[in-house]
Nanobody
Framework: EVQLVESGGGLVQAGGSLRLSCATS????????IGWFRQAPGKEREGVSA????????VYADSVKGRFTISSDNAKNTVYLQMNSLKPEDTAVYYC???WGVGASLGRHEYDYWGQGTQVTVSS
């Protein structure tokens, strides 16, 4: 059974940092990608970043480039999202998700399994 569990969310002041973790059972499979998405109240879920298992290729949304970094620790079966220089507009529930065969992508409809999310709140 595929499972993804997010952690690391919380309340932080603008300019601060958080590191989100996505613990997953997906590492026993080949050629998958893990993506991070977020959804703010009243808005659609949007892609933030993704990483491919085959070559480590990463992709970022323009709104987070230079501030967020995605990484993978295969030994711990965990994918991280380091978020620096946080802004109030980064406030959202953050989800990780997995898909196979497409490669690192920010398209939410391409992902097959989702975690339950972790809340990130950035105060001004």
């Amino acid at each position: 059974e595929v499972q993804l569990v997010e952690s690391g969310g919380g309340l932080v002041q603008a300019g601060g940092s958080l590191r989100l973790s996505c613990a997953t059972s997906c590492f026993t499979f080949d050629d998958y990608a893990i993506g991070w998405f977020r959804q703010a109240p009243g808005k659609e879920r949007e892609g933030v970043s993704a990483i491919s298992s085959s070559d480590g290729y990463t992709v970022y949304a323009d709104s987070v480039k230079g501030r967020f970094t995605i990484s993978s620790d295969n030994a711990k079966n965990t994918v991280y999202l380091q978020m620096n220089s946080l802004k109030p507009e980064d406030t959202a529930v953050y989800y990780c998700a997995v898909q196979w065969g497409v490669g690192a992508s920010l398209g939410r409809h391409e992902y097959d399994y989702w975690g339950q999310g972790t809340q990130v709140t950035v105060s001004s």
